[in-house]
């Protein structure tokens, strides 16, 4: 996992609960306090879930409100950091469908060929007339995570569609399959 996501997960954290709970999520996973993430450094997977678990239980935060804050986050910071991949997508479907070339983008920097795979690997977008199918493989298990990042980039763009699962890997499945459904005009 790349280091934004942790980042933005200790920046979250830190805004709400202050540096003392932000340092103790560093802990966690076994960062020194004084260890700045970096953006395009690569952290263990395993990591980042201990390190969610830690915020959920500093913040008080049933799952959907945790990541429904994070992606709140994310998106906010993303807005500010990259504009172009918000004023170059005219509606959310747009947005949603460049998504795992924006992600990849990320790995360009990743030297170690197994790393940038198993960040590579982890989206593949479906097109359909009415929704976009997005499989998605990771062993951190956030497709929670992607689908508040989808509620979120919707509202941005004032649209609306329902996002549901047919295969999740939190329920055994070999990968998670989201459906975002747009109503037919």
């Known amino acids: 996992m790349l280091g934004l996501i942790p980042k933005i997960l200790y920046d979250m954290v830190r805004a709400r609960v202050g540096d003392a709970a932000a340092d103790a999520l ?21 990591g980042f879930r201990r390190m969610a678990a830690a915020a959920q239980a500093m913040l008080k935060m049933p799952d959907r409100e945790l990541w429904d804050a994070y992606a709140d986050a994310f998106c906010r910071d993303a807005l500010q950091r990259w504009p172009t991949w918000w004023s170059m997508s005219k ?15 990320f790995a360009t920097g990743v030297q170690d060929p197994a790393a940038r795979n198993a960040i590579t690997d982890k989206f593949l977008v479906e097109r359909r007339q009415d929704e976009l199918v997005t ?30 699962q047919s295969r999740c890997m939190n329920r055994g499945d070999p990968e998670c399959e989201i459906h975002i459904r747009w109503a037919p005009n």
């Open 91 to 105: 509606s959310a479907r747009e947005l949603l469908e460049r998504q795992p070339t924006i992600h990849n983008c």
């Open 26 to 46: 560093k802990e966690s996973i076994g960062l020194p306090v004084d260890r700045t993430f970096r953006l395009n450094d690569v952290y263990p997977d395993d």
């Open 135 to 164: 499989h998605y493989r990771s062993p951190n298990w956030l497709c929670a995570l992607y689908e508040a990042l989808a509620r979120w980039v919707l509202r941005y763009y004032g649209e609306t569609a329902h996002i549901s």
